[in-house]
């Protein structure tokens, strides 16, 4: 099956900052996901986005599908930002997602 | 609020117990996903169900099992229960359009004592 690697494992950042989330596929994915897990443990859906570009307030993401790829953007990061996020991509005819280890994140005030 | 609720939000047990956790998805979705979220095996693919039947199996335990019902609700069954199976529980549902997005509920927090 797929593997998903996420970069960096973890990042803490002040209040303010921008950042940059990187996810790689080794083949080829359907579907592909971000999600925000909060404080909480919920599940937060952040973006569908199998190919191109979407924006959202905050928070924007490019997926290159061609080249196995998904980033994720935060510019003026909030403390409420702070969680762990978390890609994933199902692959082929399969609806399994499957998810990467998480990118832990810290914005400090 | 993604739609999808998920029942009880915590459970306690004792080892050797039976449990049951339920999910109702999303109004009128017919999939249904089951994920568990340890800490050694991060998140992953349980089992899901397609207008009350088995569409597809992940890494589930033979101690566990699922089932959909008619009115699309789900419950997700583990007994024998060990530590290990002490977990964060996520049930996602998907809709019937273009998009295959899943969205996922707010998760049944289970510790096995």
């Known amino acids: 099956g797929i593997q998903v690697e996420q970069s960096p494992p973890d990042l803490i950042l002040q209040e303010g900052a921008n950042s940059t989330l990187r996810c790689n596929f080794s083949?080829?994915?359907?579907?592909l996901q971000w999600f925000h897990q909060n404080p909480w443990g919920q599940l937060i859906n952040l973006f569908y986005?199998?190919?191109g570009t979407k924006q959202n307030g905050r928070l924007s993401a490019t997926t290159v599908a061609t080249e196995r790829y998904s980033l994720l953007y935060i510019s003026s990061s909030q403390t409420t930002d702070s969680g762990v996020y978390f890609c994933a991509g199902t692959q082929g005819g399969s609806e399994k997602l499957v998810f990467g280890k998480g990118m832990k994140l810290t914005v400090n005030p | 609020d993604s739609g999808v609720t998920q029942t009880p939000k915590h459970l306690i047990t004792a080892t050797g117990q039976r449990v049951t956790l339920r999910c109702s998805p999303r109004s009128g979705d017919l999939s249904v996903y089951w994920y568990q979220q340890s800490l050694d095996q991060g998140l992953q693919f349980l089992i899901q169900y397609y207008n009350g039947e088995e569409r597809a199996k992940g890494n589930i335990l033979e101690r566990f099992s699922a089932q959909q019902f008619p009115d699309l609700h789900s419950e997700l069954n583990l007994s024998s229960l060990e530590l290990g199976d002490s977990a964060l529980y996520f049930c996602a549902s998907r809709g019937e359009t273009e998009d295959n997005e899943q969205f996922f509920g707010p998760g049944t927090r289970l510790t096995v004592l």
């Open positions: 083949d080829s994915v359907n579907n």
């Open positions: 986005i199998p190919s």
